[in-house]
């Protein structure tokens, strides 16, 4: 059950670049997602989210587009920093459910 | 910054034994849950928690597993028995709402538990 996919396991970005990681869901019930971000031995940091009701959200140098028709959603890093390497994870929830619903994650390698 | 501590950090255990993994939960938060991540595989959703009782499981949270809270600070994850499959990353989250608002919930550091 792949409800929330993120195909691309690695990426990798020379410093100063966007970074730009996808997701792509097949629950049209999701309504809240979320990114997240792990480093090593930690447990997941909460980074950006966005509700089903806009298609943008920014804060800093953190974007996330929302193509509910795709079910596809991005987050972009502008620029990136070696301090941006780390696993990102993409969550999804529906309705008042408190469960994430969590992707597989990209390990993004930002390169000085 | 408020943190959710998660002891201990790596607990290796025997097949059929007993387990409890501990969480102190962020002071001001509700809303407590568990996840976990075997190796090289997805974060799960186990359980969530409030007022005193489980609000949510997955398929996961079969017989083997419970939650408590004792006291006041303390949330607990029990595995009756464990099995192989149960070896992976625990974590422990909190939340200050039930509506995940902006900042989602805070996450400990894990618990990797390793069953021989």
């Known amino acids: 059950d792949q409800q929330v996919k993120q195909n691309s396991p690695s990426l990798s970005v020379q410093e100063g670049r966007i970074s730009i990681l996808n997701c792509d869901y097949t629950n049209s019930m999701f309504d809240y997602f979320l990114w997240y971000k792990k480093y090593p031995a930690e447990g997941p940091t909460f980074l950006i989210s966005i509700s089903s009701i806009k298609d943008k959200n920014e804060d800093g140098r953190f974007t996330v587009f929302l193509n509910k028709s795709a079910k596809h959603l991005s987050l972009h890093i502008v620029p990136s920093q070696p301090g941006d390497s780390a696993v990102y994870f993409c969550?999804?929830?529906?309705?008042?459910?408190?469960?994430?619903?969590f992707g597989s994650g990209t390990q993004l390698t930002v390169l000085p | 910054e408020p943190e959710v501590t998660q002891t201990p950090s790596h607990q290796v255990t025997q097949m059929g034994q007993e387990v409890i993994l501990r969480c102190v939960p962020i002071?001001?938060?509700?809303?407590f849950y568990w996840y976990r991540q075997i190796l090289g595989q997805k974060v799960e959703f186990l359980v969530s928690f409030y007022n005193n009782e489980i609000s949510e499981k997955s398929e996961i949270f079969d017989d083997q597993f419970s939650v408590e809270r004792p006291d006041g600070s303390n949330f607990t994850l029990k595995i009756r028995s464990t099995k192989l499959e149960d070896s992976a990353m625990y974590f422990c989250?909190?939340?200050?709402?039930?509506?995940?608002?902006?900042?989602?919930?805070?996450f400990g550091s894990g618990t990797r538990l390793t069953v021989v």
């Open positions: 989250a909190s939340s200050e709402s039930g509506v995940l608002g902006v900042y989602g919930y805070t």
């Open positions: 002071s001001n938060h509700l809303y």
């Open positions: 969550a999804a929830k529906t309705g008042s459910a408190r469960q994430l619903t």
